[in-house]
């Protein structure tokens, strides 16, 4: 029987908001504060789905215990993309939230296009490499300046039309309904009864090893929970 699924996050927001989609599950679900200090991966994919797999199969690996990974972002139609893969160091390593809002809203000054959407891959991998993906999307605009206070990101920025509010003007429960997270976990979780299926077979198939930490034995990695 799985026991535990580990969400490869330290983004509370993030784990807040994925644990509340996944209450019902059959299984723990932890995530990377549980366990310490970790070494981190560095997201250099150029897809979501290529940094989604490349977050939970590093996890899996080290903590040898299947893990799933999100990878999500805004993609703004009038950025060319941006800012994409990059959405949460686009205004810089430690912004805060408000400052990538001000950054978006400043650089769509003038733009009459404010099309955007979110989108969202999730990744659960096998300590022994194998994964399945599910994908989430959620349209909405741009609005020219922050409304609510709810949510995190680029909440307060992100219009949608649906609901007449930007994201950080609903409640969780609202958002996860139609959020791009919500989406992407909702095929998750519909599929539950056979991702446990596929992940007693791949675990029984790769007999994991103990965690292997022997390269990350000399480094301190305990900055890295604030990340």
């Known amino acids: 029987m799985i026991n535990i699924i580990v969400l490869a996050t330290n983004n509370q927001n993030k784990v807040k908001e994925i644990k509340e989609l996944l209450r019902d599950a059959p299984v723990e679900i932890k995530c990377l504060a549980d366990y310490g200090p970790l070494p981190g991966v560095v997201e250099d994919g150029d ?4 940094n989604a797999y490349k977050k939970a199969a590093h996890y899996a690996r080290v903590l040898g215990l299947p893990c799933l990974a999100d990878d999500s972002g805004l993609v703004v139609e009038a ?3 941006k800012p994409g893969v990059h959405s949460a160091r686009y205004a810089g390593e430690n912004a805060t939230d408000t400052e990538k809002c ?3 809203l ?7 296009n404010r099309r955007a959407y979110f989108a969202c891959v999730l990744s659960l991998a096998t300590p022994g490499g194998p994964a399945l993906t599910w994908e989430g ?3 909405g605009e741009i609005t ?3 409304h609510g206070q709810s949510g995190f990101g680029y909440d307060p920025v992100f219009f949608f039309p649906e609901f007449g509010k930007t994201f950080a003007e609903v409640s969780m429960e609202e958002k996860n309904r139609v959020s791009h997270r919500g989406r ?3 095929e998750f979780s519909a599929e539950f009864d056979k991702v446990l299926t596929w992940l007693r077979h791949r ?3 790769q007999k994991p090893p103990k965690p292997d930490h022997s390269e990350f034995a000399d480094k301190d990695w305990s900055d890295e929970m604030g990340k």
């Not at 897809?47 to 290529?50: A, N, S, Y």
């Not at 400043?106 to 009459?112: D, F, H, S, W």
């Open 203 to 205: 675990l029984l198939e």
């Open 106 to 112: 400043k650089e769509m000054e003038g733009k009459e």
């Open 79 to 81: 950025l060319g993309g």
């Open 137 to 139: 999307r959620c349209d």
């Open 102 to 104: 001000d950054k978006l």
């Open 47 to 50: 897809t979501f789905d290529e």
């Open 184 to 186: 992407a976990l909702a």
């Open 144 to 146: 020219t300046k922050r």
